[in-house]
């Protein structure tokens, strides 16, 4: 039995026809600024993305190469325009501790990728919303709010249950700061137990009670036994020194997405695998138009 493989590009679709529906309506044109340093393959490609996300949607996109010296001052011209507004930096800039320090600088209220550290507490707290009456929601990072999205349109989890992901175990193969510890605390925050695995050895990020934030636990549970008892799989090593996934791994029923620029699993997996999906980056770019949307209206509320 063939998987069934989900294209990206046709679910971010339907979250961009109703982008544009109500960016149509606004009184304004949305703006948002992309900072690129260099010529990192990457940060160029996704720079692509968005450009041509933009243009669909009716979005204007200034692009603006500068010197990674260039970007604190780019930076903070952006949040002083009150015509900019959404701010995008493609890392890496410095690869350092510093590229933290960037995602800081970005006005809170202009960061349409949700790393700014106000919007990291937010998810770890698993505050949804970020004001006293609950009317405006809290940013979620691009690429893990993608990840979600796309489990939805792959049916493994339950959109309009308080827990859309309760009873679900996940293995999760990245713990960045960027997307791989943001992604099991918001599948942990969903209902999901999550075995996180990175360099360093597993966590366990299992669901807090009574809807509290999620609980990060030591655990000593190896590859093999995790994959074995996942429902879902997900991948996101840059590294051609990891084991891809094999097919022996994994259950039939298994959802299975990956992340990373590198393909993470053998074919094996990919024909066992109940469903594939192969990568992310139409979503990323579309989840970064929509928080842009959704900070512009928290901003009039």
């Known amino acids: 039995m063939q998987p069934l493989v989900i294209d990206p590009g046709q679910v971010a679709e339907k979250f961009r026809a109703e982008l544009r529906i109500e960016i149509a309506r606004l009184p304004e044109r949305l703006k948002l600024v992309g900072l690129l340093v260099a010529d990192h393959g990457p940060s160029r490609t996704y720079a692509e993305y968005t450009q041509k996300g933009c243009d669909d949607?009716?979005?204007?996109?200034?692009?603006?190469?500068?010197?990674?010296?260039?970007?604190?001052?780019?930076?903070?011209?952006?949040?002083?325009?009150?015509?900019?507004?959404?701010?995008?930096?493609?890392?890496?800039?410095?690869?350092?501790?510093?590229?933290?320090?960037?995602?800081?600088?970005?006005?809170?209220?202009?960061?349409?990728?949700?790393?700014?550290?106000?919007?990291?507490?937010?998810?770890?707290?698993?505050?949804?919303?970020?004001?006293?009456?609950?009317?405006?929601?809290?940013?979620?990072?691009?690429?893990?709010?993608?990840?979600?999205?796309?489990?939805?349109?792959?049916?493994?989890?339950?959109?309009n249950a308080k827990a859309p992901l309760a009873g679900r175990r996940v293995c999760v193969f990245n713990r960045s700061e960027v997307v791989g510890r943001p992604l099991a605390a918001m599948l942990s925050n969903d209902g999901?137990?999550?075995?996180?695995?990175?360099?360093?050895?597993?966590?366990?990020?299992?669901?807090?009670?009574?809807?509290?934030?999620?609980?990060?636990?030591?655990?000593?549970?190896?590859?093999?036994?995790?994959?074995?008892?996942?429902?879902?799989?997900?991948?996101?090593?840059?590294?051609?020194?990891?084991?891809?996934?094999?097919?022996?791994?994994?259950?039939?029923?298994?959802v299975c997405l990956n992340f990373s620029t590198r393909a993470n699993y053998d074919d094996s997996a990919v024909q066992k695998a109940r469903v594939f999906i192969p990568r992310v980056g139409p979503m990323t770019v579309t989840m970064a138009l929509r928080n842009t949307l959704r900070l512009y209206q928290n901003s009039r509320l």
């Open 57 to 159: 949607v009716g979005v204007q996109f200034d692009l603006q190469a500068v010197p990674r010296l260039g970007v604190e001052p780019a930076i903070r011209a952006a949040n002083a325009d009150p015509g900019v507004h959404g701010v995008l930096i493609y890392y890496p800039v410095f690869g350092t501790e510093q590229d933290g320090y960037l995602r800081d600088l970005v006005d809170s209220n202009k960061d349409i990728e949700g790393l700014h550290s106000f919007w990291a507490r937010c998810l770890y707290e698993n505050r949804r919303f970020y004001d006293a009456a609950q009317k405006k929601k809290s940013i979620l990072p691009c690429t893990p709010l993608a990840v979600l999205k796309l489990l939805e349109a792959a049916g493994a989890l339950d959109a």
């Open 192 to 254: 999901a137990e999550v075995v996180s695995f990175d360099i360093d050895g597993p966590l366990l990020f299992v669901p807090g009670r009574a809807g509290l934030a999620h609980e990060v636990r030591e655990t000593t549970i190896d590859r093999r036994t995790a994959l074995a008892a996942a429902d879902i799989v997900i991948t996101g090593v840059p590294s051609r020194e990891f084991e891809r996934i094999r097919g022996d791994e994994i259950r039939e029923d298994t």
